[in-house]
C-alpha cells in the first residue's frame, strides 16, 4: 500500500505545475518513506492489544463511542473542516467495510461471545472487525504527525482499496475455524431469531434524560398506543407470552433491512413494514410476533414517514434520501420513545435540518460529494450502514450537515448582498397598473369574495380610481373617499355574527350604494350594469345579515398559489424550465411597490427579475408555483397529521 502512496505522492508533485523544491507532496514522501515501518509496527501492535483487551474478564465500553483523543460532541459546537472531513473518512471505510461483511461479522461476534462466556457482546467488539482495524491505523498515522489532513485523505483512499476491500477472505477463514472448533453458522435473520427469548435488551437510551421525562414520553406515548387500539382489532394483537422476536433481535433486523434499501427507490411506511415481517419469518413456523411495545412503535415511525413524504413541498429525490432514514429512525424510536413527544429530540432535529435545508434545492442541481445533495447522502447513508440508532452518531451527523449548512449561506449571504447593492432604480410604474394592484390587494384582503364585489371592484371601482389619480393624485379627499368605499363594500358582504354588526349594516348599506352611484357616475360606467351590479349585491346583504357564510366560487378568483399580494423576501418560487424541470428560487428583494421581484437561488446566485404580473401570469398558466411560506418543521407537520389520521 505505501509503495503506491508513494508513487501517488510523486505523479501529484509532478503533475501540480509547481516547483519541485519544498513541495508539499514531495514533504510527505519524505515523511511517509522515513515512518512507515514504524507505523506497520504500531498498527500490528494496536491490533495485538485490542485483542488482549477483548479478551479481558471485564467488558469494555461500547467500541462505538467516540475515542478519547477525538473531541466529544458536547465539547465543542463545530468542529474544523480539515478534522471533519478526516473525521468523515474514516467512519465511511468503517460503515462500508461492516456493511459488506455483515454477515462474517455476526458469526465472528458470536463465536467470541461463546468462547468469552458472555450473552452477548458489544457490536463494535470485534478486535480484527472494520472499526478496529481503521482505529488502529488511524492512531498509528499520527506517529508521521507533520502529514497535512489532505495527504492523509489520500493515504486512507489507498488503505480502503488495498487493506480494508481485501478483509473478506480473512473474516471468511475466521468463520471456517471457528466451524471447526464446533460454531454452528446461522445464517441471516433466521439465526438471530433461533437465539431464543433470552437474548439481552440494550439499555434505553433516554435513561439519560431522568425519570421526569421519561415518565412524562412514556405517557404520550401510551396516549399514542391507545390510538393505535382503536384502529385495528385487539385479536390481532399478541400476547405477551406469544413474542418471538426480542429488541436486540430486531433492531439487527433492522440495520440489515437498512442497508438493503440504499441501493432501491423510495420504500415508504407501511411498504417497508411488510418487508420486515417477511425478513423476520421464519419458513414453516408462521411470521414472528414481536413485543407489543416494539410493534406500536414501528407502526408508528412507518406511519409518520407516510405521512412525512406526503404532506411536503420537498423534492423527490430528497424524499428518497428521507425514506432511507426510517430504519435507523426505527431503531432510535425504539431504544428511546421520546422522539415521539421531545421537539428537540436528536432524530426530530435532523429531519428538521434536512427539510430546511432542502426547501430550495432543485431536481438539477449539483448532486456531487460536495454538494448540499452529497452531503445529506452521505448523512444518511454513514446512519443507515452503522446500523446502532446510536444518538450520538444522529447528533454527530446533525453537527455535520449544520457546518456545511453554515457556510453554504453565509457565502449565500454575502452574494445576496453583492447583487442588492448593484440593483439600479426601477423605472416608474404606470399609473394603470398602480391602480390594478391596488385594486388586486383589496380583493386579496379577504379570503372569499363574491363575483359580484369582484366584477364591482375590477370593472367598476379601477376606473374610478384611475380617473382620480390623474386628475388630483393620491394625496387628495376623492383618492381617500375611494379607498374606504372599497374597504366597507368588501366588509358588507361578509357575515354578521352580532345584533351589533347587524345595525351597522344596515345603516351602511344606502351609504355604500350611494358612494358607488356618484364615483360610477363621474366616470362614466354603465347605469344598466351598475343596476344589476346592485340587484346581486342586495342578495349577499342579506346573507350576511342572516350570517350566511360566504362559499368559494370554484370557478372565480385567484389561483391557487397566484401572488395576489406582494410576496415576502424570502418566499420560494419554483419555476418550470422550458426543457422540462424545474428550477426553485428565492424572493430576495420586492420593490417598494411591491412590482417587482428580484430572484435568487439558494446559493445566493442572481435569478430573473419579474414584475408581479408577469410572475402571476406564470402562476396562471402552470408555469410557477408559489411553495406555501410554512413555518413549521417538517417533523411536527408529520406528526400532527399521524394525529389526526388516528383520530379519525
Not at 482505529?135 to 488495498?162: C, G, M, Q, T
Not at 437510551?205 to 399514542?224: K, M
Not at 424541470?581 to 428580484?598: I, M
Amino acid at each position: 500500500m505505501f509503495d503506491h502512496v508513494d508513487r501517488v505522492l510523486q505523479e501529484l508533485a509532478h503533475g501540480s505545475g509547481q516547483g519541485l523544491v519544498d513541495h508539499p507532496y514531495l514533504d510527505a514522501q519524505r515523511i511517509l518513506r522515513q515512518w512507515r515501518k514504524a507505523i506497520l509496527v504500531d498498527f500490528l501492535r494496536m491490533l495485538r492489544q485490542e485483542a488482549s483487551l477483548a479478551m479481558a474478564p471485564s467488558p469494555r465500553p461500547e467500541a462505538g463511542q467516540p475515542p478519547q483523543d477525538e473531541p466529544d460532541s458536547q465539547e465543542l459546537s463545530l468542529p474544523q473542516d480539515a478534522d471533519l472531513e478526516e473525521s468523515l473518512a474514516i467512519g465511511n471505510l468503517i460503515t462500508k467495510a461492516e456493511a459488506r461483511y455483515r454477515p462474517e461479522l455476526l458469526e465472528m461476534r458470536l463465536h467470541l461471545a461463546r468462547l468469552l462466556h458472555r450473552s452477548r457482546l458489544p457490536e463494535r467488539s470485534n478486535p480484527y472487525g472494520p472499526f478496529a482495524v481503521c482505529e488502529a491505523f488511524r492512531r498509528s498515522l499520527l506517529l508521521a504527525h507533520p502529514l497535512e489532513a489532505s495527504i492523509r485523505l489520500v493515504i486512507y483512499k489507498y488503505f480502503d482499496r488495498y487493506l480494508m476491500n481485501q478483509l473478506g477472505d480473512f473474516y471468511r477463514g475466521c468463520v471456517d475455524l471457528a466451524s471447526a472448533e464446533g460454531h454452528v453458522p446461522g445464517g441471516g435473520f433466521q439465526h438471530l431469531l433461533r437465539r431464543g427469548v433470552h437474548a439481552t435488551a440494550r439499555a434505553p437510551a433516554a435513561a439519560a434524560s431522568g425519570p421526569g421525562v421519561q415518565r412524562s414520553a412514556t405517557l404520550s406515548f401510551q396516549a399514542l398506543r391507545g390510538l393505535l387500539d382503536l384502529q385495528r382489532p385487539a385479536a390481532s394483537r399478541p400476547a405477551p407470552h406469544q413474542v418471538g422476536v426480542q429488541t436486540d433481535d430486531l433492531l439487527e433486523v433492522l440495520s440489515n433491512l437498512g442497508v438493503a434499501t440504499l441501493t432501491e427507490g423510495m420504500v415508504v411506511g407501511m411498504a417497508l413494514r411488510d418487508r420486515l415481517n417477511d425478513a423476520i419469518s421464519v419458513p414453516g413456523t408462521g411470521a414472528p410476533t414481536l413485543a407489543r411495545e416494539d410493534e406500536d412503535t414501528l407502526d408508528l415511525v412507518f406511519l409518520f414517514f407516510e405521512q412525512l413524504l406526503q404532506g411536503t413541498d420537498l423534492p423527490e429525490s430528497i424524499k428518497v434520501l428521507l425514506a432511507r432514514l426510517q430504519a435507523p429512525v426505527a431503531q432510535i424510536a425504539l431504544l428511546d420513545k421520546t422522539f415521539f413527544t421531545d421537539q428537540g429530540h436528536v432524530a426530530r432535529r435532523l429531519l428538521n435540518r434536512i427539510g430546511q435545508a432542502a426547501m430550495g434545492w432543485s431536481e438539477d442541481d449539483d448532486r456531487g460529494p460536495d454538494s448540499l445533495f452529497g452531503t445529506i447522502e452521505q448523512v444518511v447513508e454513514r446512519l443507515v450502514l452503522d446500523g446502532s440508532g446510536s444518538p450520538a452518531l444522529f447528533t454527530r451527523m446533525d453537527r455535520t450537515l449544520a457546518a456545511y449548512i453554515g457556510r453554504e449561506e453565509s457565502s449565500a449571504r454575502s452574494l445576496e448582498a453583492n447583487i442588492l447593492a448593484s440593483l439600479e432604480p426601477a423605472p416608474p410604474e404606470s399609473d394603470q397598473q398602480i391602480v390594478a394592484d391596488l385594486a388586486e390587494d383589496f380583493l386579496a384582503r379577504y379570503p372569499t369574495t363574491p363575483p359580484v364585489v369582484e366584477a364591482i371592484i375590477r370593472e367598476g371601482w379601477q376606473g374610478a380610481m384611475l380617473a382620480v389619480y390623474r386628475q388630483s393624485g393620491t394625496d387628495s379627499s376623492a383618492w381617500r373617499r375611494g379607498l374606504e368605499l372599497a374597504e366597507q363594500l368588501l366588509w358588507s358582504v361578509q357575515p354578521k355574527l352580532d345584533a351589533q354588526e347587524r345595525r351597522q349594516l344596515l345603516r351602511r348599506i344606502p351609504e355604500i350604494l350611494r358612494g358607488l352611484r356618484d364615483q360610477f357616475s363621474v366616470a362614466g360606467n354603465d347605469q344598466r350594469q351598475l343596476a344589476r351590479w346592485f340587484r346581486d349585491l342586495q342578495t349577499f346583504h342579506l346573507a350576511a345579515l342572516q350570517g350566511e357564510p360566504l362559499l368559494p366560487d370554484p370557478g372565480a378568483g385567484t389561483p391557487e398559489g397566484s401572488p395576489a399580494r406582494a410576496l415576502a423576501v424570502g418566499t420560494w418560487v419554483e419555476l418550470r424550465r422550458d426543457g422540462g424541470g424545474t428550477r426553485r428560487l428565492k424572493v430576495a428583494w420586492v420593490s417598494a411597490d411591491g412590482g417587482r421581484y428580484l430572484l435568487v437561488d439558494r446559493r445566493g446566485r442572481r435569478g430573473p427579475e419579474l414584475g408581479r404580473r408577469e410572475l402571476s401570469s406564470l402562476v396562471d398558466g402552470g408555469l410557477a408555483r408559489i411553495l406555501p411560506d410554512e413555518q413549521e418543521p417538517i417533523v411536527d407537520r408529520a406528526f400532527r397529521s399521524v394525529l389526526a389520521r388516528l383520530a379519525s
